[in-house]
């Protein structure tokens, strides 16, 4: 059985960050999470998931997306409207980044005019 595309993200929104892993079910999903940079320090009853399932197509044999992977970050930006975070090293990297063309942080910047 192919995984399904899973967002997952804290209940309370706490944190900024969400991430796309791909599990069996939903419990399997958050337990992957837990495991990730961006949970690692959250409990299992703090997550929330939302199937995702046009991501489910992107699956590559790895359990998370991975946002420093070219064709994931371009997947994340166009499916789920992930950008980088306010805190990110520099915006004057944006227009390198593989998903400008589908970024609406870098659109509002307007950063595409230069």
Same mark, same amino acid.
């Given at each position: 059985?192919?995984?399904? /595309?899973?967002?997952?993200?804290?209940?309370e929104?706490y944190?900024?960050y969400?991430?796309?892993?791909?599990?069996?079910?939903?419990?399997?999903a958050?337990?992957?999470a837990?495991?990730?940079?961006?949970?690692?320090?959250?409990?299992?009853?703090?997550?929330?998931?939302?199937?995702?399932?046009?991501?489910d197509?992107?699956?590559?044999?790895?359990?998370?997306?991975?946002?420093?992977?070219?064709?994931d970050?371009i /997947?994340?930006v166009?499916?789920?409207g992930?950008?980088?975070?306010?805190?990110?090293a520099?915006?004057?990297?944006?227009?390198?980044?593989? /998903?400008?063309?589908?970024?609406? /942080?870098?659109?509002?910047?307007?950063?595409?005019?230069?």
């Open positions: 059985m192919k995984p399904k /595309a899973y967002i997952v993200h804290d209940r929104c944190s900024p969400s991430v796309v892993v791909f599990a069996e079910s939903s419990n399997k958050r337990a992957l837990l495991h990730t940079d961006c949970f690692q320090d959250f409990a299992y009853t703090e997550l929330t998931t939302r199937r995702k399932p046009e991501l197509k992107y699956y590559r044999g790895v359990s998370e997306m991975d946002w420093d992977h070219s064709e970050r /997947a994340l166009k499916e789920c992930f950008v980088c975070s306010e805190d990110a520099g915006w004057e990297d944006c227009g390198d980044c593989s /998903a400008k063309e589908w970024c609406d /942080a870098y659109q509002e910047r307007g950063m595409d005019d230069d």
